[in-house]
């Protein structure tokens, strides 16, 4: 795969999609379905899914596609291959809570090397460079010209004071007893993907999630936050987390700042 002919391509498919999901979002009323996993999707899903994708297939027709939206791609098997969540956060999305982002990766060798993450209601726009760096791109956004950047690099953590990132959505006792198990300075709150994001901008120091995900929930950030210099790893015996599992489904993990000390499970 040559980046410099990904990365453009990813940023602007997610700029497109954001544009039709804001569409969707700013209107008066919209439908919330429920999928076949009692998870909500809304015509925001689909309409930023046929963007991504049909771009993607017409610039990389010889590239594997999983995109979360397109259940016939869920059984491909590979380890190298493209990977999209168009709206990641539907339940914000529908609670017009803003936390939602476009989402779209390369894994290669099981690894996200490249992502692009992009909160359209929040203004925010994280990518991998072609030489694996990532940056914050600061709007207004343009499709085809990329604006002022800032390169993004993980903190250095106080382990007696950190900063914790979870989920707006999906708190539990078995998050929050893990949680306990640091010496925690303050907490935040954020849905999506952009829990890699604060870490990749040092914004926190550590995201456990004890809950189900998919891969294309956790691809594109999870390179967002590899090019950052952060890591994510299985929450049971913190080897890295791979893509390109059965069925596409995640174990448990942790993202963080490599400083920070982990706990055991």
Not at 185 to 201: E, H, N, P, R, V
Not at 228 to 234: F, L, Y
């Amino acid at each position: 795969m040559n980046y410099e002919t990904l990365v453009p391509v990813m940023r602007r498919l997610a700029l497109e999609a954001g544009d039709r999901i804001m569409e969707i979002y700013d209107a008066d009323d919209f439908e919330v379905k429920t999928k076949s996993d009692d998870s909500p999707v809304t015509a925001a899903d689909e309409a930023a899914d046929a963007i991504i994708s049909e771009g993607l297939r017409e610039a990389f027709p010889d590239m594997m596609l999983v995109t979360e939206e397109q259940s016939d791609t869920h059984d491909t098997t590979g380890d190298t291959f493209l990977i999209v969540d168009p709206l990641d956060g539907t339940k914000e999305f529908v609670h017009r809570r803003g936390d939602f982002t476009v989402n779209i990766a390369l894994v290669e060798g099981g690894k996200p090397t490249r992502g692009v993450v992009y909160a359209p209601a929040k203004n925010r726009m994280f990518f991998t460079q072609a030489n694996g760096q990532t940056v914050e791109e600061a709007g207004p956004f343009q499709k085809d010209l990329i604006g002022s950047l800032t390169p993004l690099q993980v903190s250095q953590p106080d382990n007696d004071a950190l900063m914790v990132v979870a989920s707006k959505s999906h708190r539990d006792q078995a998050t929050d007893d893990y949680i306990n198990k640091y010496a925690v300075k303050d907490m935040t709150s954020a849905g999506s993907s952009l829990k890699f994001c604060l870490i990749a901008t040092g914004e926190a120091d550590l995201y456990p999630r004890l809950g189900r995900t998919m891969e294309w929930d956790t691809a594109a950030g999870h390179a967002v936050l590899l090019g950052a210099g952060g890591k994510v790893v299985r929450f049971d015996d913190h080897s890295d987390l791979t893509y390109g599992k059965d069925d596409y489904a995640n174990p448990f993990f942790i993202a963080y700042s490599p400083d920070v000390a982990l706990k055991p499970a």
